[in-house]
């Protein structure tokens, strides 16, 4: 792969700068301790809640919202999968926007991923949630004490010290981690399943469908699913530390995917068909604990498999927020990299190879975040709505790079013409299905992006590299960008009008299916846009 390829076609007066802090990350990691990784990313705080939030929102249905969920990350990480195959770059997912749509793009989408740090600040507060159990002064209702939020800046400041040292040492300890999360759920499933099975669970208690199915489609963001098999990225975050990017890449994202997916059904259907028949006086809606999966143990006498749990509770949320703390330090570094933030933080350390400025803001990051929001589902689903945008621009930019004559992509995933747009209508849709009460919060929050892009633009402001390294007018760059800016502003009017928390003025399903509809028209004007950016910055200067 070219160096016109990698960087986006070209260098620009600070790419030697860029080359030679890129050139630091060191290429160890294999197809292991990328699945490691991603796998590790996936499983964390979601497989102690999410199967109790998927059934109070579905019911037995959830089953389907799992699968889904499955086949519909899987189409997303395809064309993630051939973007880092294409263009290996350390915290590439925040690389590829800015260079296939330009600044604008690449600002709103940068700063949409570093407010999903808070996705971190989720993981922490589940690990403090189950730590209540031994420590009941930390947690209060749904919110840190003030002594819980010291002991989770705490956690904060020691996940941030073990990343501060080389990768291979990062993957090793993860690796470990991997196959305790693994081993601790296939236990939980075996001995509820043999204590508690109760025959008749996907017809009792109001049927399969009690909320009906459209209720599957709230379950996949508002009931914690998405989040909880969102991380299937990972591994692509750290391409540009990949010994054969390639063909570890993509064998290792699917890999990741797949066993998350059989791992969560797996404890869907223990939790369904193990819930005592007491608790479900009030259907499936009414089925409430603190602690799901180790209260339930405690009910079904398993005190062992609780104190076990209670455990996991620490080391499989502990475990995510660690690779957490990682991608989220190469994110900030390819902000860097962009000049979103200042190009302070895009300093790699010679020695370790790590990003060590990033790891530092990123920390900032995650304390603020542990602050104003209290609870795990409502921190999960404003942060999560904020990354799944990543998805809709990749589509966008594996599209625009792939336009490019002679082929700007790898060409290892086929069917490419078909897959990207049919990826933005899912992403868009994943966004959407989150529901109003937290869109009317992240997409504004999202739209902050505009300003930092406006002061970027200012006389004397730093400039990041992106193709051909010239700026192009404000008028330019925003005719570039403002697919995005239309885009957000639709995705709010139309939560708004929909049914998921809505006002159902749009009455289901003939909102989802015109979330689609704008969602195919914006990507077909998304891709144009960038084909004419793509073919402005990289023409030759006169």
């Known amino acids: 792969m070219s160096e016109r390829q990698v960087t986006g076609g070209g260098g620009g007066a600070d790419a030697p700068g860029v080359q030679i802090q890129e050139g630091r990350l060191r290429r160890e990691l294999g197809f292991w301790g990328l699945t490691a990784i991603g796998f590790s990313n996936i499983v964390g705080s979601g497989w102690l809640f999410a ?29 993630m999968i051939e973007l ?21 793009v690449g600002t709103v989408v940068g700063w949409s991923v ?33 002594s819980g939020l010291a002991l989770a800046a705490g956690l904060s400041v020691l996940l941030t010290a073990l990343n501060w040292f080389a990768v291979r040492m990062f993957a090793q300890l993860n690796n470990l981690v991997s196959v305790f999360k693994i081993v601790v759920p296939v236990i939980t499933v ?29 379950a996949l963001a508002g009931g914690g699913i998405v989040y909880s098999v969102n991380g299937f990225q990972a591994p692509l975050d750290f391409s540009g530390e990949t010994r054969n990017p390639r063909r570890t890449i993509p064998a290792a994202v699917l890999t990741g995917i797949g066993l998350a997916v059989l791992m969560y059904l797996a404890l869907q259907v223990a939790f369904l068909f193990t819930v005592p028949d007491k608790v479900l006086g009030g259907g499936w809606s009414g089925v409430s604990f603190e602690s799901p999966f180790g209260q339930l143990a405690l009910i079904l ?95 966008v930019a594996v599209a625009v790079f792939r336009a490019e004559p002679g082929g700007g992509t790898a060409g290892w995933v086929p069917g490419l013409r078909w897959i990207a747009p049919l990826s933005f209508v899912v992403a868009t849709e994943f966004v959407y299905w989150s529901g109003w009460h937290d869109l009317r ?34 008028t330019a760059e925003l005719r570039t960008g403002a697919w995005l800016v239309c885009y957000l502003a639709a995705l709010t009017l139309l939560s708004w009008l929909g049914t998921f928390e809505g006002s159902a003025h749009l009455p289901a399903p003939y909102d989802s299916l015109t979330v689609a509809v704008i969602a195919l028209a914006v990507f077909f004007w998304a891709v144009r846009s960038g084909v004419r950016h793509r073919a402005t910055t990289l023409a030759p200067a006169s």
């Open 190 to 218: 075996i001995a509820l399943i043999a204590s508690g099975w109760h025959s008749g669970r996907l017809t009792d208690h109001g049927g399969f469908a009690p909320y009906g199915y459209a209720a599957c489609l709230t």
């Open 51 to 79: 199967a109790m939030y998927a059934a109070q929102t579905a019911g037995p249905a959830s089953l389907l919202s799992w699968i889904g969920a499955g086949l519909l990350c899987a189409l997303v990480a395809l064309v």
């Open 114 to 146: 570093l407010l999903s740090v808070g996705g971190t600040a989720a993981e922490i507060s589940a690990i403090m949630q189950y730590a209540a159990h031994y420590l009941p002064g930390i947690y209060n209702g749904h919110t840190l004490t003030a």
């Open 301 to 395: 006498n398993l005190h062992w498999l609780s104190s076990l749990l209670y455990a996991d509770a620490v080391i499989s949320p502990g475990g995510s927020a660690y690779v957490g703390v990682a991608i989220d330090a190469r994110h900030t570094y390819a902000l860097a990299k962009n000049g979103t933030i200042p190009r302070f933080f895009m300093k790699v350390h010679e020695r370790s190879g790590m990003p060590r400025r990033a790891l530092v803001i990123n920390l900032a990051v995650i304390i603020v975040f542990l602050l104003p929001v209290g609870g795990w589902q409502d921190i999960v689903s404003v942060m999560g709505d904020m990354y799944l945008l990543i998805y809709a621009a990749s589509a």
């Open 441 to 474: 919060l992240a997409l504004p929050l999202v739209l902050g992006g505009i300003l930092i892009f406006l002061a970027m633009r200012r006389p004397g402001a730093q400039r990041g590299t992106e193709p051909g390294g010239r700026r192009g007018s404000l």
């Open 84 to 104: 880092g195959a294409s263009r290996p770059e350390g915290g590439g997912t925040v690389r590829w926007p800015l260079f296939a749509s330009g600044r604008l």
